[in-house]
């Protein structure tokens, strides 16, 4: 394999990386501040990306599809948030992945009822699309290298929100001890609805870029979303940073695994068959990573006890 | 729409009144098929061209059930069972998913039911596995891919890169290809099933040095490659089965599809009386042009309809005898079965084209001709 493969092959580990962390940003925030597992995480992120096509078809703007994504989805995220989730902190976590799961169908079906059952068309803004040469001789869409730039962009924005600002402070102060803050007369309800609502709000950004290069349909959000709650693990519950080194550690396992195994197999075995166990075994690769973190850090890289 | 919620009501109806006994000439049909989730287009196409031919036929003997199997092998086989036992249906049809129909055929055509299959064709009930109460009015999963194979060696491709989803059907896919294309491999690659982002294969067909790409990719991910793909800046030709470039999903590839030649036994301009009066009638119904799916389902009635003409459904081997003759008018214009009751037809090769606004296929000509598929030698029937 020449080394100009290696790297594009890098770089799209690097992108599927930092949109896994988009979602997984948000869902490592929600479950280490209030103890919340949401499964309909992954129904946030579809509502972005049908916002993002809506608006789109209509208006024909990308930047306002982006922002209606963004819109759309903090607002349903409010709205569950105040409706169903409220009631389910202080349940244990069965009743939680009961309610949310049932959240999921409520959002498919709506989904349905609104958009149809076919796909929707959303496509990548004409200024970006097509690909661009990189030092090297390497030809790469310059979507993707845009998709890099804005989440890398928005990885640094959590950091400096949750580092150097009030709310941040805030949101650190209820991961650790939610009964005190609130006895220091921080509203916490209306933290929660407001972590909820950020969370949701990425989701949203990321359904709907990945929406551009993808396909928008119904059910689109939860084969992310279990990717996503494999990086949270490996990275550490409540973790952004471990959010960020867990998606970026996954996107590359899965990239590079799907192409070098099945590399690997040729060497010792007939092609059919080592693009077939080669495959098998890449689509593996990112849970025995997870469980080679585990076996060594229980609470996952950057997680805490 | 209004069509629709009679025979619903109708159904209601029936079940309410506690399953009727068959009366003498009634069909009940059970359909299972695909309604909500992620596959729910194809489903709803196969149920709206079925009942299409339903009312255009206006047989009174004929009454539908359908229920909604969410594209679950298990929750396919409960509404059998259920179909079977207690609504007593005598026909069954609607699967799309080959994985679902191995869960639930063998078992129906066990219990005595005759199933028309409108789509999924998995080679184990083709071969030694055949029945004589299984029939499949849409083709054997391969066919479509052998189509693609065959119209590669016309179009002079040598060198084809090879992409298709981790799961039986897609190794059927790969199998179906080289079993009538005659050139080289430059790669081939199985990624996973549900898979969304292509940017990895789409690297490696960068650097194979193919001259032409091969891929079944059904569903989402058809439409996330053909994106992707298109925005790669790779431009080598690509020929795959219709799956990928069906009317339901056009419009959410848009322009990435264009000019991107497919496989298929059926498109809304093949010239024949049949195929002018259903692709007219199907816009007229649903105020949406008809997909590949939609006309397997009008197919499929009208098979069941032409043989509910010749003979009664409680006497099982007369019905075979007259749906075997397959004496209806397909859309494909030629029709019939083979020794394992699966389609001999024509395939052909479709262009995608925009008429207007809308992406839709246009017939380019023939690629197979009369061909049956390759596991009918195995059908001791």
């Not at chain 2, 309809?305 to 019905?319: G, W, Y």
Request: charged share 15%; proline share 3%; aromatic share 8%.
């Amino acid at each position: 394999m020449s080394l100009i493969l290696l790297i594009e092959q890098v770089l799209n580990g690097v992108q599927s990386g930092i949109m896994l962390f988009l979602m997984a940003a948000g869902l490592t925030l929600i479950f280490g501040v209030m103890g919340l597992i949401n499964l309909a995480h992954g129904s946030l992120y579809m509502v972005g990306a049908f916002a993002a096509a809506a608006v789109a078809a209509a208006t024909g703007s990308f930047l306002l599809a982006l922002v209606a994504a963004l819109a759309a989805a903090a607002l349903a995220g409010c709205l569950i948030e105040m409706t169903v989730i409220r009631r389910l902190y202080d349940r244990d976590h069965l009743d939680q992945v009961l309610a949310t799961f049932a959240l999921i169908l409520i959002f498919s079906e709506g989904t349905r009822f609104l958009f149809g059952s076919f796909p929707l068309f959303l496509d990548i803004p004409s200024a970006l699309s097509g690909p661009v040469m990189l030092p090297g001789g390497i030809q790469y869409p310059l979507y993707r290298l845009v998709i890099i730039g804005v989440g890398l962009a928005i990885a640094a924005g959590l950091f400096l929100l949750i580092a150097r600002t009030r709310i941040g402070i805030q949101i650190r102060a209820g991961e650790a001890d939610r009964e005190m803050i609130a006895a220091l007369g921080v509203d916490i309800a209306k933290l929660y609805t407001l972590i909820f609502a950020l969370g949701a709000a990425l989701a949203g950004l990321a359904g709907a870029l990945v929406g551009a290069i993808q396909s928008v349909q119904v059910g689109m959000g939860e084969p992310v979303l279990i990717l996503a709650f494999v990086v949270i693990v490996i990275g550490g519950i409540g973790s952004i940073k471990g959010a960020l080194i867990g998606a970026l550690l996954v996107g590359l396992t899965d990239t590079l695994g799907s192409v070098l195994l099945p590399l690997l197999f040729a060497n010792f075995m007939e092609a059919s068959a080592a693009t077939s166990v080669g495959s098998s075994l890449a689509s593996m690769s990112i849970y025995i990573l997870m469980a080679g973190v585990l076996l060594f850090k229980p609470t996952g890289l950057f997680g805490e006890a | 729409m209004k069509m629709k919620t009679l025979v619903m009501a109708a159904s209601v109806a029936a079940l309410a009144a506690g399953g009727a006994w068959a009366e003498e000439g009634k069909v009940k049909v059970g359909m299972i098929t695909t309604l909500s989730g992620g596959g729910a287009g194809l489903g709803i196409d196969v149920r709206d061209g079925f009942m299409l031919a339903a009312k255009m036929a206006g047989n009174e003997n004929l009454e539908v059930v359908i229920e909604d199997d969410q594209r679950k092998p298990e929750i396919a086989v409960q509404l059998a069972d259920k179909m079977i036992q207690s609504e007593k249906v005598d026909v069954m049809t609607g699967i799309i998913w080959s994985n679902l129909a191995m869960a639930v055929v063998p078992a129906a055509t066990a219990q005595g039911k005759f199933y028309l299959s409108p789509n999924a064709g998995p080679s184990a009930l083709a071969g030694k596995g055949c029945n004589k109460l299984y029939f499949n009015v849409a083709w054997q999963n391969d066919n479509l891919h052998e189509a693609a194979g065959a119209y590669a060696n016309d179009a002079g491709y040598k060198n084809t890169f090879m992409l298709a989803p981790n799961y039986p059907a897609g190794k059927d896919a790969l199998t179906g290809y080289k079993r009538t294309y005659k050139g080289e491999a430059a790669g081939e690659v199985y990624t996973d099933l549900g898979q969304t982002d292509y940017a990895a294969q789409i690297a490696q067909i960068r650097a194979s040095g193919a001259d032409s790409v091969f891929f079944f990719l059904p569903g989402g991910m058809g439409i996330s490659f053909l994106k992707q793909y298109a925005n790669s800046g790779v431009d080598l030709p690509v020929v795959g089965p219709a799956f990928s470039f069906d009317q339901g999903i056009l419009q959410a590839v848009g322009e990435a599809a264009l000019g991107i030649k497919n496989a298929s036994q059926w498109n809304k301009d093949l010239d024949n009386e049949a195929n002018k009066e259903f692709v007219a009638a199907f816009q007229e119904e649903y105020d949406r042009l008809p997909s590949l799916y939609a006309s397997q389902g009008y197919d499929t009635a009208n098979l069941l309809l032409s043989a509910m003409d010749k003979a009664d459904v409680s006497d099982e081997d007369a019905f075979q005898a007259a749906l075997k003759e397959a004496d209806f008018a397909s859309v494909r214009g030629k029709f019939s079965f083979g020794n394992n009751q699966h389609p001999i037809q024509d395939y052909y090769v479709r262009e995608v084209v925009k008429e207007g606004d809308v992406y839709t296929n246009k017939l380019v000509g023939p690629s197979l001709t009369d061909h049956a598929d390759a596991y009918a030698a195995d059908c001791k029937m």
